[in-house]
């Protein structure tokens, strides 16, 4: 499974995940998925709930990320847990 990079907003209201799409072509096209969830109820009981998913060539993702830390955004780890089956 590919790894997710999470930041979470100032006031814990919005999540961003940065997940490699496996589709890419390693060194030809490279892109990042920049997933945009908004947090409802308690933080870490109910998943986000995504409204938006956007693909962004790899150094623009990293732009994106490293603006959100500059702006307040905090790197957080996925904290929801996995709906068992």
Known sequence: MTKSYWLINSTRSEVKRFIKNNKS???????MFIDTGK????????????????????????????????????????VWRKKKR
């Open 39 to 78: 947090i409802v109820g308690v933080l870490g009981k109910e998943p986000p709930v995504m409204i938006t998913t956007v693909s962004v060539e790899i150094d623009l993702a990293r732009e994106i990320y490293k603006r959100l830390l500059s702006q307040g955004w905090r790197k957080t780890k996925e």
């Open 25 to 31: 072509i390693d060194g030809v096209f490279e892109y």
